[in-house]
């Protein structure tokens, strides 16, 4: 497993908002570039994400599915982008202090060429672009907080 962890000043239950809104994939996660549906009941266990990975005009259509849904402190997905392979991305929020988050994404490759990489050489890629992935997260949490109206 390939781990970064980042603090947003939000809540956990803001952040998870993100989380479950299907429509905002492309937003945060880094690679993907087009989502063309969201499964009724995301993030349920067994519901997907219908995207696209890659740039114009070499996009490759695949999906990502929820495991396991512990809202607001947890999503596990199975993410899949062939011909490259499938990932199992874990997604932990804990709160560390009122109204600060700590995220940690977890990436391992289960199946695939990715899979035969040691963990370091998987390292590599991953950190930098869990991390900044983990950055555009933490940014529509905040974004979505400050939109809120005040009590």
Not at 102 to 109: F, R
Request: with cysteine.
């Amino acid at each position: 497993m390939v781990d970064v962890k980042m603090t947003v000043d939000t809540s956990p239950e803001r952040v998870f908002e993100v989380l479950a809104d299907g429509w905002t994939y492309a937003a945060w996660v880094v690679g993907a570039s087009h989502i063309r549906d969201v499964d009724k009941g995301w993030p349920a266990r067994g519901t997907r994400i219908h995207h696209c990975v890659g740039s114009w005009p070499f996009l490759l259509d695949d999906v990502t599915k929820v495991q396991v849904a512990d809202p607001p402190r947890l999503l596990e997905l199975e993410a899949r982008a062939w011909p490259f392979g499938t990932a199992r991305i874990r997604l932990e929020l804990r709160e560390i202090a009122p109204a600060t988050t700590e995220i940690l994404m977890s990436e391992h490759a289960t199946r695939g060429p990715g899979r035969v990489l040691p963990e370091a050489a998987q390292a590599l890629f991953l950190v930098p672009r869990n991390r900044e992935s983990l950055r555009r997260l933490a940014d529509l949490a905040k974004g979505r907080e400050a939109a809120q109206p005040p009590d």
